[in-house]
Structure formats: structure tokens, C-alpha cells
């Protein structure tokens, strides 16, 4: 079956106001570049987004926030924007921050089928007000909820028109966990090949998770926070 779509723009056209959305990616590192810009176009709205940040101001996820298209985060870290930050002490924004470990097993307990998991991190913070709590071998630990989508956006280094998913190193990150865990899954890829091209051993993401997939039109790749060494006196 044939999944390729013309474009980014074609690729989120069906998606609602309103929607649950994952988003890969690590800082900036294979972040679905496109299809957010995409996202951004449509003025698709009142979103809840679930990724491990939220971007920088004007790149990646800050560039809905700042369109005031997203109502709810689900994220581990968001130090680096600040519209993220005014619009949360603000009280405009929706927050649930979630523990590194955890958020990565509540997303692949989402595409595993698992409905929850039980935990030792959070125990006795805020992170366990008004959950489940239970002893193991002496030890509490608090019920965690798995994590879906009605929608994951994705990034891979190259897919096939199956939807089949090669990840290059870190970019890699949250991006095959998203895919199994939402009802539907658009990949955007920086090379398409045909079918039967890629190297089964190599594919981290089968077709049967992927329902749409495109070539990106452009890769910025940026660089979250960089840092230069001192030139020598």
C-alpha cells in the first residue's frame, strides 16, 4: 500500500481542533519540522501536544504556542522557551510536567497495550498527588496512566513508500514509542525510497504503525543551545 502524500500541508489537513497530538523529537533533534510548520499554516487549534519539550520560541513547538494554538503540554523539560514560561505563570497554558523515565513508559505502555504501570519515581512529591500508590517488596510505588494520541507527528532519516522508518542516531529519541502510540501516524522522512529498498534489519518503525508519509521540503536541523570552544590566545 502506497502511504506517500504530496506534502506537509496535505499530511495534517484532517487534523481537528482540538486534537491530542504527539510530537517526536529531543531539543531539536528529529523534531518533524515540517509538518509542524504545516500545522502552524492551517491554524489548527486548542491542541494538547505531548512531547518531551517545547521547542524554543520561534522553532519547533514554540512556534504554535506562540500562535496560541495549544491548550495543553504533557513534557519533561521546557527551560528553553519563554513564551512557553509566560504563558504558563499566566495561567493560559495547560501543564503537565511528567519525569523523563516515566514519560517514555507511559508512551510505550500506550503502544503496547499497556493501560498502566506501577513506579517508585514521584513517590512522595507532587508528581503522586491524587494517584494510586502500592507496596512492592517493601518498597511504594505510585500507578501511572499510559499515554495516547489521537495523532503522532514523526520524524525518520528514511521510509519507504510503506511507511516503513530508519532513524539516524539520536534523532531517533521518542519517535518510534509515538508511532505505535497514536491512532494515526504521519512520518516525515529527509529521503523516500520505494518499497523493498531499505534494509529489513535496519527498520525501527514497520509500515503497519505508519498511515501517511512524506519527503520533508526543508531540514533547518538547529542547534537547541550551542557552545563553542574559546579560540586559543
Known sequence: MNKVVPSAD???????????????????????????????????????????????DDFGIGVLLRARQVRKMVSTYVGENKEFER????????????????????????GAGIPAFFTPTGVGTIVAEGKETREFEGRTYVMERALKADFALIKAWKGDTQGNLVYRKTARNFNPMMAAAA?????????????????????????????????????????ERLTLRKAAS
Do not use: W
Open 10 to 56: 496535505d499530511a495534517v489537513a484532517r487534523i481537528p481542533d482540538g486534537a491530542v497530538i504527539m510530537m517526536g523529537g529531543f531539543g531539536l533533534c528529529g523534531i518533524p519540522e515540517n509538518l509542524i510548520a504545516a500545522l502552524k499554516a492551517r491554524g489548527t487549534k486548542n491542541l494538547t501536544v505531548i512531547s518531551n519539550n517545547a521547542g524554543v
Open 183 to 223: 491512532k494515526i501516524t504521519i512520518a516525515e522522512v529527509e529521503h523516500l525510497v520505494k518499497a523493498g529498498e531499505l534494509e529489513p534489519d535496519m527498520v525501527a518503525t514497520p509500515g503497519v504503525y505508519v498511515k501517511r508519509i512524506l519527503q520533508g521540503e526543508k531540514y533547518e536541523k538547529r542547534i
Open 87 to 110: 504563558q504558563f505563570l499566566a495561567g493560559e497554558l495547560e501543564v503537565e510536567l511528567v519525569p523523563q523515565g516515566t514519560f517514555s513508559e507511559r508512551i510505550r505502555a500506550g
